[in-house]
C-alpha cells in the first residue's frame, strides 16, 4: 500500500513523533536506521535535548517542536498547530508516535493533517493500577478518543497489549505485541577482557 502511494513521487515519507530527541538515539536508532536503509525518508519531530546534531549527521531531518504537559495549555496547542503545519508541508505517508502524550497531540494532527498511516508504538502508558480513579479514566478515554484514528498500535509490553485488547483502545486486530529486544553485541562478554568480567 505504502509502495504505491509513494510511487512516482519520491521515497516514502515517514515522520518520527516522540517527546524528545534522545528517544531517537537511546531506543529507537535500530528502527530508523532500518527505514532509512530501506531507502524511506524518515524525519524526526521532537522537543530538543542534545541529541538532534547526531541524527542530523546520520542524515535525519529534525525539526523541534516545543515540549508540554497535559496540563500545560498553550505548549500542546502549539506543539499540536507546529505539527499540522509540517504535516500538511511535507505530506508524510507515514506518522509514527511513541511517548503517551507526544502520540495523542501527533495523532490529532496526524488526523488533521489526513495523513494516509498513522502507527503509534505503546513504550507504556501514563496511567498503571495505582492512578488516582479519575486521571486514569481520563487517560483511557484519552487513548480510545486518538486510538480510533491509530491504523496499528504496537505494543512492546505484554501486559500493554492485553490492557490495549481488554480495554478496546483500538479495534481487534489493529494491535500487535512485539515485545523489546537488546543487541547481543553490546552484551557480548568476549568483549570484555576475563578480569572485568569476574567484577560483574
Known amino acids: 500500500m ?5 510511487m512516482g513521487s519520491g521515497p516514502i ?12 538515539n ?3 536508532r535500530a528502527l530508523i536506521d532500518a527505514m532509512q536503509a530501506e531507502g524511506w525518508q524518515v524525519d524526526i519531530a521532537a522537543t530538543l535535548s542534545g541529541g ?22 498553550i505548549p500542546l496547542w502549539r506543539r499540536l498547530w507546529m505539527l499540522v503545519r509540517l504535516m500538511r508541508r511535507e505530506r508524510y505517508h507515514v506518522v509514527h508516535t511513541h ?5 495523542f497531540v501527533g495523532r490529532i494532527a496526524a488526523r488533521i493533517s489526513r495523513v494516509p498511516v498513522v ?4 513504550h507504556g502508558f501514563n496511567f498503571h493500577e495505582y492512578t488516582p480513579p479519575l486521571r486514569r479514566f481520563m487517560s ?26 481488554r480495554e478496546r483502545i483500538v479495534e481487534p486486530g489493529r494491535a500487535l505485541w512485539i515485545g523489546n529486544g537488546i543487541d547481543p553485541a553490546v552484551f557480548n562478554p568476549d568483549r ?9
Open 26 to 28: 537511546l531506543y529507537l
Open 192 to 200: 570484555f577482557p576475563p578480569e572485568e568480567r569476574r567484577l560483574i
Open 119 to 122: 502507527v503509534y508504538t505503546v
Open 52 to 73: 538532534e546534531d547526531e541524527l542530523r549527521k546520520r542524515g535525519f531531518r529534525v525539526f523541534p517542536v516545543p515540549y508540554g504537559r497535559m496540563r500545560e495549555v
Open 13 to 24: 515519507k515517514v515522520l518520527q513523533v516522540a517527546g524528545v530527541d534522545h528517544s531517537f
Open 2 to 6: 505504502l509502495e504505491s502511494q509513494a
Open 99 to 103: 511517548n503517551p502524550l507526544a502520540a
Open 140 to 165: 483511557m478515554l484519552a487513548e480510545r478518543v486518538v486510538g480510533r484514528w491509530t491504523h496499528l498500535v504496537f505494543s512492546q509490553s505484554k501486559e500493554d497489549y492485553e490492557l490495549i485488547v
